[in-house]
């Protein structure tokens, strides 16, 4: 999509516009900035970072079992960390912590290792709602004895960031900024820097726009893969479903506005918003 379609193209425009550092999608994209993940870490452990590697939607495959698509994975010294935004409380549960955790580890050690010497690993999970429940900012959690409350130095740390509690603190001003939509509202430069290459600079835009058109090619691919086996209509209906729901609960869009952005032919909305509403 050349930049002259994306500026012309005020559905782009908009859905760009409406962005936050709690989509998912948008967070990637901005931590592929070393640096900015960096500083984010060095926010909320609280510690120096030290960086040997990042990497913004690192995908994990389980041959023998379920698979993953992590938002951030950092190698820290010898360390890994891995970095979640959790909009929906489902996927926050703290199986799927460990679940990360237990795939990180099966990717990160090696033949006849040994065991002390396997790196430890961090979780971490910046939840839209205090999904503990505790009304804390921030929720540190180890694995520790039964009979004499002593830490069990397993090597595995998960920690829970509620987002909803904004305070005047770092942290505070941290989780404020991920909500923020406008660059300008946003506390810390590092990341307001950011934010504003993507949403006012001109070559920052057009890569937005060509990353939302691979979203939405990749959603019409799976379709037509899902077709093969369930026919060809049944499955472009059900990627273009499932794009739709991602307009819908990652960006606010309604209904007519995620059709409306996919450019949906009026003769199939019908369809669509049937589906929606039955």
Not at 119 to 129: C, H, M
Not at 240 to 266: H, R, V
């Amino acid at each position: 999509m050349s930049f002259l379609i994306c500026e012309n193209n005020t559905d782009y425009l908009d859905s760009i516009a409406r962005l936050r550092l709690m989509d998912d999608d948008f967070m990637r994209i901005v931590f592929k900035d070393e640096d900015v993940v960096r500083q984010f870490l060095e926010i909320i452990l609280e510690r120096s970072v030290d960086i040997i590697e990042c990497h913004a939607q690192y995908d994990i495959n389980n041959i023998l079992g379920r698979s993953i698509s992590i938002d951030v994975l950092v190698r820290d010294g010898d360390d890994y960390i891995n970095i979640e935004v959790q909009r929906d409380t489902k996927g926050a549960h703290p199986k799927r912590a460990r679940f990360h955790g237990s795939l990180i580890d099966a990717n990160t050690s090696f033949p006849n290792e040994q065991w002390d010497k396997l790196p430890n690993v961090i979780i971490i999970f910046i939840t839209e709602t205090d999904v503990l429940g505790y009304g804390l900012p921030i929720y540190h959690s180890h694995c520790r004895i039964d009979e004499n409350n002593q830490m069990f130095e397993e090597g595995r740390e998960i920690i829970y960031v509620n987002a909803s509690i904004q305070e005047d603190t770092a942290l505070g001003r941290l989780m404020h900024d991920m909500f923020c939509t406008d660059s300008r509202d946003i506390h810390y430069e590092f990341l307001r820097k950011r934010v504003n290459y993507y949403k006012e600079n001109e070559g920052g835009k057009q890569e937005m726009c060509e990353i939302w058109e691979e979203i939405r090619r990749k959603g019409l691919l799976e379709g037509e893969a899902i077709g093969e086996a369930r026919g060809k209509a049944i499955g472009e209906t059900y990627g273009m479903m499932k794009f739709i729901k991602k307009l819908m609960s990652k960006n606010g869009y309604t209904l007519e506005e995620a059709l409306d952005f996919l450019d949906i032919p009026e003769k199939e909305r019908s369809t669509y918003i049937e589906i929606f509403t039955s």
